[in-house]
């Protein structure tokens, strides 16, 4: 991410040339450019010579970017969000984008939701395009790189890295798919926001799935990831709210932030004794989970992991847990009972708040660390525990009075 940006606008004699703003831009809108265009955009300046371009102004369906800025300095980026529709609007009628060989940087969310935008063409001159930047572009169908660019290919409107062994984005996904077997890698953001995607194929041969790889993909309904893959990235199937079930292999170490967050209809999910950690907000709100068994590999359970998990009714805590981070289990409010083994040493703020139905809670450990100021339990279960160690408690749903069971 950037930081703030000085804007220098456009110039003083803009008022002058655009005095019938909208006819005109609605008059070129298909036409050719001319130097004079240039000013519809806006421009952050990055260097004594260099600038960064954004929408600004422009109203155009064939966005052909400009070399130079008014001042004459070589436009060298497009923004972060530069042509993205939250942010501009009228950046959803834009359907092609020209960047000229003086770009060697595509920012952050740059073209995100241009749902309009069919093609775009990538000079040689480009050496970095940033997380999601063509994001929700669901009719993006020609991505075309300029033959000598050394570090990015295309084809069959799948953008790549030059050897082709990462497959960088795919905003046009729809249907089932199978990723190439010469791909190595799903890069971050690769088919974010593809809502008509409904099935992936993915070879052996893929051994990372990026940040964000399938965020938002909600016609997305069930997904095999192969035992090649070591590594899945923060939010990798976020929100796939039509996701249903999901085999994680035991070549994965870890299950990273918000990784199934938001997966709604989620109902079962396989944790393989290889992962070890179950990172923050991994689960978090997947509603239709109705149990779920932690396997004996796992030591830390961190901040949010199954937070608004409703319909979990029982979960397993191995023995092998040490750690079990801040609402971790927030607000599952089906749960009924939970056994704290002896190899939790902590249990962080509001771990098991808003359990509602929560009426059994056994400790098998004296050394368990809990927070009473902002209690890891509903009630006053945190005191009782610290006054009476080992054993069963109990309370009636929704009493905040907990008994020590003799």
Known sequence: MKNSMKWSGIIALTALILLPTVAYASAIREQAYTERDA????????????????????????????????????????????????????????????????????????????????????????????????????????????????????????????????????????????IPDRVTSIGDAAFIDCTGLTSVIIHNSVTSIGEGAFFGCTGLTSIIIPNSVTSIGDKAFSRCTGLTSVTIPNSVTSIDAGVFGGCVSLTSVVIPDSVTSIGDAAFFRCTNLTSITIPDSVINIDVSAFSGCTGLTSITIPDSVINIDGTAFFACTNLTSITIPSSVISIGYFAFLYCDNLTSVTFQGTNTTLTTDFPSFPGDLCYKYLAGGIGTYTRTSGSNAWTKQQ
């Not at 359907?95 to 995100?112: H, K, L, M, Y």
């Open 39 to 178: 000013i519809f955009f806006a421009y952050t300046h990055s260097g004594e010579n260099d600038c960064a371009i954004s929408m600004g102004k422009a109203d155009f369906a064939i966005i052909r970017i400009p070399a130079k800025c008014p001042e004459g300095h070589n436009v060298t980026a497009i923004t972060d969000k530069g042509f993205n529709v939250e942010k501009f609007p009228a950046a959803v009628n834009i359907t092609s984008v020209t960047i000229p060989d003086s770009v060697t940087s595509i920012g952050w969310g740059a073209f995100w939701g241009c749902a309009s935008l069919t093609s775009i063409t990538i000079p040689d001159s480009v050496a970095s395009i940033h997380f999601g930047a063509f994001a929700g572009c669901i009719s993006l169908a020609i991505i075309s790189v300029g033959t000598n660019n050394s570090n990015f290919s295309s084809e069959g409107g799948m953008f790549y890295s030059k050897d082709k062994t990462s497959l960088l984005a795919y905003p046009m996904a729809t249907g089932e798919i199978t």
